[in-house]
């Protein structure tokens, strides 16, 4: 089990970064600085440490109306993305965040055996996905 969490620790951490990547080159480095003393503030506080708390409520406050969205964005997006980690982690056989052609080739081999599924509807339904990953957050 410990083996599972540090792998989907792992996940996370790559997604955190790659999120905050995107934050900087999307909305420029104060963004995601402002993203990153909330975040610090937030687990210092979450573990205790009253000055923090009150550093993060006062920062929180402080935050201008073009800073409120797109830091509550960043937020919602990690934990968007936690989710995603997590899921991956339950539905992954052995957790490691790793491919799993094997996985794959079992699951294609189960649908060749299904007497109403030819490999031609297998073939068009992969050939139909699409799949897409939104970051903004906001409504079309």
Do not use: C, W
Request: glycine letters at 4%.
């Amino acid at each position: 089990m410990n083996e599972q969490y540090s792998a989907m620790r792992s996940n996370v951490s790559m997604l955190g970064k790659l999120l905050g990547d995107t934050i900087k080159d999307a909305l420029g480095e104060n963004i995601l600085d402002q993203v990153e003393t909330i975040r610090k503030l937030s687990k210092s506080s979450r573990a205790g440490n009253d000055t923090h708390r009150k550093e993060l409520l006062n920062t929180l406050q402080n935050l201008s109306n073009e800073e409120l969205l797109p830091v509550a964005r960043a937020f919602s997006q990690f934990l968007n993305l936690t989710n995603v980690a997590e899921q991956y982690q339950t539905i992954s056989q052995s957790g490691e965040g790793e491919n799993h052609p094997e996985l794959l080739k079992k699951t294609f081999d189960t649908l060749k055996q299904q007497k109403d599924i030819s490999e031609s509807d297998i073939l068009a339904a992969i050939e139909s996905l699409s799949l897409e990953l939104v970051l903004d957050g906001s409504p079309d």
